[in-house]
Nanobody, 126 residues
Framework: QVQLQESGPGLVKPSQTLSLTCTVS??????????WSWIRQPPGKGLEWMGA???????YYSPSLKSRTSISRDTSKNQFSLQLSSVTPEDTAVYYC??????????????????WGKGALVTVSS
């Protein structure tokens, strides 16, 4: 059973960088044919895919967030991380990490996530 757990500060000030880490257990983030994604949901809005990292450390980002987003990983800890810079109150959301199986990955969401973290609420406020 794969489990994902988000961690990081729940409050970030405007203009600062939001940083979250996803710790994965029950499966390796270097396993082939899985994309490890970050997805968010602002209050009262739908889910937004932000980006993903795959086995060979290639990263993919949403075009609308690409200039502010960075995804990295620490294979020794089986973790992957999200950094979102220059945040504003509009970045307030529940942030999820998730796993998506794929056969030929090109970014975005194709097959749907098979495992999700519980989500972490991040509020951007001074």
């Amino acid at each position: 059973q794969v489990q994902l757990q988000e961690s990081g500060p729940g409050l970030v000030k405007p203009s600062q960088t939001l940083s979250l880490t996803c710790t994965v257990s029950g499966g390796s983030i270097t396993t082939s044919y899985y994309a490890w994604s970050w997805i968010r949901q602002p209050p009262g809005k739908g889910l937004e895919w932000m980006g993903a990292i795959i086995r060979d450390a290639r990263t993919y980002y949403s075009p609308s967030l690409k200039s502010r987003t960075s995804i990295s990983r620490d294979t020794s800890k089986n973790q992957f991380s999200l950094q979102l810079s220059s945040v504003t109150p509009e970045d307030t959301a529940v942030y999820y990490c998730a796993r998506e199986p794929y056969s030929d990955y090109g970014g975005g969401v194709s097959n749907g996530m098979d495992y999700w973290g519980k989500g972490a609420l991040v509020t951007v406020s001074s």
